[in-house]
Structures are given as C-alpha cells and as structure tokens.
C-alpha cells in the first residue's frame, strides 16, 4: 500500500487554527503517513509537531513557507527537509517576520482610516500575537459583519486597491531558495496555479527557480483544479522537477483544503519523496 503524503500545512504558529499537536493528530485520523508543517516565515511549531509525531505512527518532515516578491507579483516557496537550526535560514525568516510585524500594524491603520477601528487589536488576538497575517484581519474582519465569508473579505478589503491592503518586499526567490539549500532542504514552488500566470510567465518563474536551485513543484495542491494538476505534471516533466503534493490545510473553517484528501499524482512524474529513506520505510510497512 502506498504511503499518503500531505507536505503542505499551518498551524498556529503562522495562521492555520490547530496547534501543532492537534494537527497531527488530525493528520493521522485522516490517514496521512508522512507529514510537513509548513507555517508562514516560521519554524516555531516544528519542535511541538516532532514531539507529537513520535509518540504517533507518523513522520514528520519539516517544512516552512517563505514569502518571495518575484517580478513585482507574491509567490510562495515551500521548504522541505532542512535543518531548522541552521542560523542563515532562522535570520532570513527573522527578517521576514520583522515585515509582517510592520505591515499588520499599518493594515489596522488603513482599515482605521476606512471606519474599520481595532482591526489590528482583534487580527492581534487571534493570534500567537507574534505573527499576524492578513488571514487573521480577515477573520475578525468576518467575525464582526464586514464580510460573509473569507474570499469575499480578502477581494473587498485585502487585495491591490483595497483599504487594507499593503504592499510587500518580500525575500527575493533566490534568497528563499539558497537559505533551504543550505540548511539541507529542498525547495518548492508552492500552488502555481493559484497565480494565474501565464505559460510564459510561469516558465520564467520555474526558469529562474531551477537556476537558483529549486527541485520541484508542488503539482496536487486543493486549490488545484484536476486540468491544473494534469497542466502542473506536464510543467513538472517538461523541466525535469520533482512534483510535490500539498493540502495547505489552515484548519477545518476551510473544508475545500482537506488535511491529507489529495488527489494521486499524475503518472511519469517523479515524486519529491522518491529518494527520502522515509518513503522507502513507509512504503514497505
């Protein structure tokens, strides 16, 4: 029987609503044999989902989503394998936190200016209260009638033109991509799809993450339609990247991103974990 593999989540250490520990709980009620936490610009919660996954049949691999500016667009580069300790990557990340500290407080500034008061307060108390993402104002933007859910929050009040919305300066893709390296990592190019790029420009995005260092792309992804998961494959195939497989569960407010319910990968592509010592013992159990 092949092993199940979800190696794309949150926890509460960025903006997903689990602790660590009840994320992998989660994880192994639905099934999931090998796991990667990968909260936003941080490792905070690996050592608690580490704990939690030796006392459970689950492995854990660690795992962390840097937020990179390519080409005046956000895209999301997920981490795997690496060393969480290493000092360069815990400094880029440090960085990158320092910038959402800032960019919270003038998100609950602009919203103020807009008549919306104490945004930043309650986004703050929904919180750890050390990293605060536009998934936590759009929550208490929700919780307080200013939307009905949270796509429509997010297009009326937190994307380009919007009250609340702030530009970021986030790391560069081949800063992301060598900080994983070098902690012994390897990198991913998280939910291409949801970019709306266009082929051309998607292959320039894969182009330069190749020629920094980057291994693969994250092909099964739940915001992935099964046409963009075929379209992802063939990205995959055509530039000799590893395919990834990621829910990017956040918690269960978000039941189109079900922990571990991923569609299999498409065939003659080479998966990620193909030569991970893991796959091997998981695979044979």
Known sequence: MMAQYDLHTHSTASDGTLTPTALVDLAVEAGVDVLALTDHDTTEGLAEAAVAAADRSIHLVTGVEISVTWGAQVVHIVGLGFDPADKALQAGLAGLREFRHWRAKEIGRRLSKKGIDGAYEGAKALSNGRLISRTHFARFL???????????????????????????EWAELGQAVEWINNAGGEAVIAHPARYSMTRSKLRRLIGEFQEAGGVALEVVSSSHSRDEIFTMARHAKEHSLLAS?????????????NLGRLSALPDQIRPIWDNWTIAAETDSA
């Open 142 to 168: 929700v919780a307080n009638g200013y939307s009905t859910d949270m796509k429509k929050v997010f297009k009326h009040y937190l994307t380009t033109g919007k009250p609340g919305h702030v530009s970021g």
């Open 245 to 257: 497989v990621g829910s990017d569960y956040h918690g269960p407010e978000t039941p189109w991103a």
